[in-house]
């Protein structure tokens, strides 16, 4: 009998296993996802595109100080962080917005961290096991995405230079993708496919 309940286990684990492969890193691109290149203005903001254009396309990604940003409009508001999620570096621009208990979050593609996109705050669902019935509820882990201030201006976007002064947990990978992210990657093979 114990047999039975050990073949079983280990079925059940590789089942497990098989799924989180299965469902593991997939990039795929959102049709509303665009990228754009980022230019300093004479007051020091970075200039990221038009206004009306980011609201259409609900999200783009700029390289801002060699950092890969992703802007969002979502609800009739802006919202701007690093485009790598500060846990394995899966890329946010991705991700899906969802709503969880009244914030816009982020939804990271790879292994489904929740980040809110005003705060940039790690959520995750916990419980208290000293309740009677314990439920899960949502619950902050701190801030850990570095977000970037998003400033109107005549119909453009701009965000600030980012404060390196104070450091974020998605500091690391923003850092390791600067010269290798996603847009380097696009822009190389545009020019690959031009020659």
């Known amino acids: 009998m114990l047999d039975l309940v050990v073949l079983s286990l280990h079925f059940f684990l590789c089942f497990l296993i098989f799924l989180a492969i299965w469902r593991g890193h997939k990039d795929v691109d959102l049709p509303s996802s665009g990228t754009s290149t ?3 203005e004479p007051d020091g903001l970075i200039f990221i595109g038009k206004e009306e254009d980011i609201k259409k396309s609900q999200r783009t990604t700029a390289k801002v100080n060699g950092r890969e940003v ?3 409009y979502h609800e009739g508001k ?4 690093d485009s790598r999620c500060y846990h394995e570096g899966g890329p946010l621009r991705l991700g899906a917005i969802e709503d969880i208990n009244g914030q816009a979050c982020i939804v990271c593609p790879w292994h489904k961290y929740v980040i809110t996109l005003e705060t940039g705050e790690g959520l ?7 309740e009677p019935s314990p439920t899960p509820q949502w619950q902050s882990k701190g801030v ?5 201030k998003v400033t109107i201006d005549n119909g453009n976007v701009y965000l600030s230079p980012p404060d390196l002064s104070v450091s974020f947990d998605s500091d690391y ?8 992210g996603d847009l380097s990657m696009e822009k190389q093979s545009h020019s690959q496919a031009a020659e």
């Open 173 to 180: 990978f923003a850092d390791k993708y600067k010269n290798g």
């Open 38 to 40: 980022a230019e300093t």
């Open 124 to 130: 995750y669902e916990g419980i208290n096991p000293l």
């Open 78 to 81: 802006f919202h701007a962080l």
């Open 144 to 148: 850990k995405q570095r977000i970037h």
């Open 70 to 72: 992703v802007v969002f």
